[in-house]
């Protein structure tokens, strides 16, 4: 993998993430990571909108004026959007009911619209296509790993409902951590969601903050 690619894994899963670095499309953040299941479905789904609208954006970034580049970036969008949402509605309903209009608000993510004008208007197709690939998976990560803190201080499961939201074959997901947990009310209510963001999101800068630790080579160490 060449230095540009490098950078733009690191960029998506981590220097840049959506979620805990741009703090962008909080709106599905905040209303589906009741569990890791919900997180999931919702991140995969951005996933694909974020990778084909970059390809098509940086495909046609030469024949597109600027004056009316944001209408058709939005137009592309929408589309793909569209597509997904009947994609789920068909193959993956229940998924499709839990999530509702937070797959449709997409459009409106900030994060998307954002990747396409930054990155995908100024860049080749496959680098684009990369760059949506890990943005997306970076969302991915951030919305899985909220709602699993959610769901296990809430309810003390992991993945509950995976087979029945994404099939059977994800059954084996399916894991009661702690079996006759009462369970936190407040942990899958929104004030619950902001909390773990926000400790996520301090977590993250003590690590990128931490000083790194200097080591002294032999020779140079006091003689005692």
């Not at 993998?1 to 993430?17: A, F, H, K, T, V």
């Not at 962008?24 to 009741?34: D, E, I, Q, R, S």
């Not at 959007?81 to 509605?89: A, E, Q, R, W």
């Not at 449709?104 to 100024?122: K, P, Q, Y």
Request: aromatic residues 8%; neutral net charge.
């Amino acid at each position: 993998m060449n230095q540009e690619y490098r950078d733009i894994m690191q960029d998506g899963l981590w220097r840049q993430n959506v979620v805990f670095a741009q703090v962008l499309g909080m709106c599905p953040t905040m209303a589906v990571t009741t569990s890791g299941t919900n997180g999931l479905g919702m991140g995969l789904a951005t996933t694909a909108v974020l990778v084909v609208s970059n390809a098509l954006v940086s495909s046609v970034r030469n024949v597109v004026s600027v004056q009316v580049r944001i209408p058709i970036y939005i137009v592309l969008i929408a589309t793909l959007v569209t597509l997904v949402d009947l994609s789920l509605n068909a193959w993956m309903h229940d998924l499709y009911k839990v999530l509702g209009m937070y797959i449709a608000l997409i459009v409106a993510n900030c994060a998307v619209l954002g990747r396409a004008e930054a990155f995908a208007a100024r860049r080749t197709v496959l680098a684009s296509a990369a760059d949506g690939l890990f943005m997306g998976l970076g969302f991915t990560f951030a919305l899985t790993l909220i709602g699993l803190i959610r769901e296990l201080l809430g309810n003390g499961t992991l993945f509950s409902q995976a087979s029945l939201l994404l099939g059977p074959a994800f059954s084996f997901m399916e894991i009661t951590v702690l079996p006759g947990y009462g369970g936190t009310l407040l942990m899958i209510l929104p004030p619950g969601g902001f909390a773990v963001l926000g400790m996520l999101l301090a977590g993250k800068q003590y690590l990128e903050k931490r000083p790194a630790k200097v080591t002294v080579p032999a020779d140079l160490e006091p003689a005692v």
